[in-house]
């Protein structure tokens, strides 16, 4: 049995990669942005071992979140799923590029980190800025995780992209699969399987897929890790 923390998990893909790995006999820990959230979120999975709060768009919110999980002892595998997608800026750059980097910095390592990308990096672009695109954002994922390969070679760090899949953020009208777009996390967080104790990877429905060759820039990744220290405070 595992144990498993994953943001963004009072909806979406959060939500159904927790109830798979709840369902596999898991010990899960899940992450939603306020009380009502949460308690929204333990209604939905109340096989949940707990759920943990905090606004990932907040940095003392994010650091808060970091140390009550810390206090739940370290995790096997963490889900950094939580994400947003048509907003600004400030809000993407928080949510879907610092929060990640904080909670990675900040918690217990794990041995296992997976980070949802998005196949929309392709079109991001790598210079550090801090009024980032989604796309942007989804490629710091990337890089972040190329980084950790680099880094933290203790740790199997990937990426997914989930597909376009019919959630909340990518609406009713998405063609992809929707069970696909929960499974290769699940898969990553848990299976010994040759494929999924690997790191550095972006995947895409279980396989490794194509990628911006961009995000392999040792110099980008680390021009990105300065640009999240100084917004953070916090280091790798
Ligand atoms: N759906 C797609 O087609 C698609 C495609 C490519 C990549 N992705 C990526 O997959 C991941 C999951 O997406 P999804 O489709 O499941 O989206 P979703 O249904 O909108 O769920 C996103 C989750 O993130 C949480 N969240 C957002 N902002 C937060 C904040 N400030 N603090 C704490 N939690 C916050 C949401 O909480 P609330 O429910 O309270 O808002 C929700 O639980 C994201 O990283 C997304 O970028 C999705």
């Known amino acids: 049995m595992a144990k498993i923390f994953i943001t963004g998990s009072a909806d979406g893909l959060g939500q159904m990669a927790a109830r798979q790995l709840i369902k596999e006999g898991h010990e899960v820990v899940l992450h939603a942005r306020s009380m009502a959230r949460g308690i929204q979120a333990m209604k939905a999975l109340p096989g949940a071992k707990d ?4 606004d990932l768009s907040d940095i003392e919110e994010t ?7 810390n206090a739940l002892g370290i995790f096997d595998a963490v889900i950094h799923n939580a994400g947003v997608y048509q907003t600004g800026s400030m809000l993407l750059l ?3 590029t610092l929060a990640p980097y904080a ?3 900040l918690m217990a390592k794990p041995k296992r980190l997976i980070y949802l990308s998005s196949g929309m990096h392709l079109s991001g672009h790598p210079q550090w800025t801090d009024s980032p695109s989604y796309s942007d954002t989804k490629l710091h994922v990337l890089m972040l995780v190329k980084a950790l390969a680099r880094k933290w070679p203790e740790v199997y760090a990937n990426a997914v992209d989930p597909g376009w899949v019919p959630t ?3 609406g009713a009208g998405a063609p ?11 898969w990553l967080a848990v299976s010994d399987d040759p494929g999924a104790i690997v790191s550095g990877q972006y995947f895409h429905h ?6 911006n060759p961009a995000a392999d820039d040792p110099g980008m990744q680390d021009k ?3 640009g999240c220290a100084r917004l953070t405070g916090v280091s790798l």
């Open 51 to 54: 759920v943990l709060i905090g």
């Open 63 to 69: 650091k808060a979140l970091a140390e009550k999980a």
């Open 94 to 96: 928080h949510v879907n």
């Open 103 to 105: 909670l990675t910095g």
């Open 168 to 170: 909340k953020m990518g």
């Open 176 to 186: 992809d699969d929707l069970e696909q777009g929960y499974r290769t996390q699940v």
């Open 206 to 211: 279980g396989k490794p897929a194509r990628f």
């Open 224 to 226: 990105l890790l300065t």
